[in-house]
């Protein structure tokens, strides 16, 4: 086999397009193989020997050791044996059920190159790849699965169930790079269901499609999803044909769920630990299963659950259907796809790693940690009038903190520390709009999915450019109003080991058409020089290499919008959401804030006045902050200040640095 292009230490290459590479010339190298071996070698020759251990490839692949804490320890249950698939006779399936529109079997070549090119899709494959469907009448759905994609919002497929929904439902195997929020989750909802629906005879004792996703509250995130779609699909089918599905995760009784697969189940989504339980026990079998997704990959392997997702995909007949979504495309990501995909095709939406495009970030800098908290205590209510508001944390402990911190507001808090009751009536009230503000750490907030949500502050770095894209994800999803807004707050005092993302992160926002504050590349240089230096080389033209004459604190790609955060014209759609919801408008919300707020906290560096000449940016005696806040660069001619932006006495609050607490077997 040809040693993986990866190892070559050349930034321009596209990962995914050097996997696909290899891919090609493995397979042209296999056909050549096969047209001359000995037909006992060639099945001697099982592809599925290295499934249930691989090592880590190297220091730099391992789980940090913040994933360690907040990942439940489920990962340690004893790994399954390995399944001589040579020796069972399995019953065939049927795979392709796609059927072309002629409207799509017309088109020429050029023709699909360029609707993949205006819907920004990016592939690459062997043979025939279907062409892609820019209607929902061109994707070869049935007329429930498309009533059910009219009531969950979708007017037109995005660019990812543009192209994956056509590819999968032709049965090819299947990589789709994507940013969370891009509708990938009925990218691969609705060919699974039309897959089950296609096959002549129902299984009995086990599931027909798994879907495995990294933690319980994606897992439940897709489950309601799946329940929503087969309501839709099982309309009108006899008693026999409907399609019954199963959430397999922690935080759910064991006995519970076992009844549940006893009875028969189409279709199980599950955490890996979990499912794997259930396996050891005998409650349910994979051997009947035809078709696989993984879904956020790449935060899979990161929380160190890929001995298990081998273990599990050991089980499963080798002719299997798979489908693997990431929205990143790493080494270890490669190395899965690797050996679970066969031929697969590959679909990228954008730059694979980066950011969202219907996302704007801001960057404010800080003198120090109390400073950050004065100033997103004085900014909640302005950013509540976009809708509800996400404040990620490093740590459970700064979760905890600023929940306190955030008294009188009503905070959900979401962290490894919480029980699953907790964490279930959390997500209940944030989803019936009871809850405004949402505090959490990075894995107790994945498969948060909130059409109400406006706006993600990133109170802490995240600690890789990954984590910092799956949390501004949250906004800016299929389904919500207006665009995404996620601020990440950085201070002088941050710690050299918490900042070593930075220039990464940096970086990824260049990626995404948006500048980064030359500030912070300053900052970056000075608390991680050698990450600053490979994001530097790995971005061109970059504000890290010396371009500008300013130092930016607040950077928009819409010049439009001022400094001032509470007269952000976005607000009126999320003002009316509230009001509908029973709780009063974020008016009303504004005005309880403003009085508790107002006496404890101040506004820091929203009182700049600025010069009319687009050049320059002046500030007067009287107007400069003492927290050593720089100017924004490039301001508007004019700054219309928001009531919200009166000064006052700052109180000195408490630095987020308590120790985690002990760990619990329930964290995930």
Partial sequence: KLISLFAMADDDVD???AFMESVSAELALADAHLATARPELVEADDPLQDYVSVPVEDANDAPDESDVVEAND??????????DHSSVKYPPFRKDILKPHPDLLAMTSEQIKKARAEIGVQIHGRGQIAAPGLIFGHLGLSDRLIAA??????ETPTPVQSQAIPVALSGRDLIGVASTGSGKTAAFLWPLILHLQAQSHRSTGGP?????????????????????YLKHANKKAPANRTLRVAGVFGGMQMYQQSLELAAGVDLIVATPGRLLDHLRKGNTYLDQVTFVVIDEADRLLQMGFEAQARAILSQIRPDRQSLLFSATFKRRVESLARSILKDPVRIAIGTIGAASLTVRQDIRIFSNVNDRIAWLKAQVPSLLDRGQLIIFAGTRASCDQLS?????????VMHGEKTQAERMEALHLIKKNLVQVVVATDVAARGLDLPSLGTVVNFE?????????HRIGRVGRKGQDGEGLAITLLSEDMEKKVARSLPSILANLEQSGQKAPAAAWSMARRLAPDECSRARSATPGSAGNGGGSYVPVLVRSNPQVTSGLGSLSESNKS???????????????RSQFRSSFQKSSHTLGM?????????KASRTDASVPKSGITPMANPPSTVPSSRWDQPSSAVPTQAIDEPAKKKSRWDS
Avoid at 607 to 615: D, Q, R
């Fill in 404 to 412: 306190k911190e955030l008294h009188p507001c009503k905070v959900a």
């Fill in 208 to 228: 027909s499609a798994l879907v495995l996703a990294p933690t319980r509250e994606l897992s439940s995130q897709i489950y309601l999803e799946a329940r929503k």
């Fill in 74 to 83: 489920d990962r340690d249950i004893a790994l399954l044996p390995l399944v």
């Fill in 575 to 589: 003002s009316k959401r509230f009001e509908s919801s029973g709780i009063g408008s974020a008016e009303q919300l």
């Fill in 461 to 469: 770095l995240a600690r890789d450019v990954d984590s910092h894209v």
């Fill in 149 to 154: 994609a009219s009531a969950s919002g979708f």
């Fill in 607 to 615: 009182n700049i006045a600025v010069s009319a000449s687009p050049n």
């Fill in 15 to 17: 990962p995914l397009d």
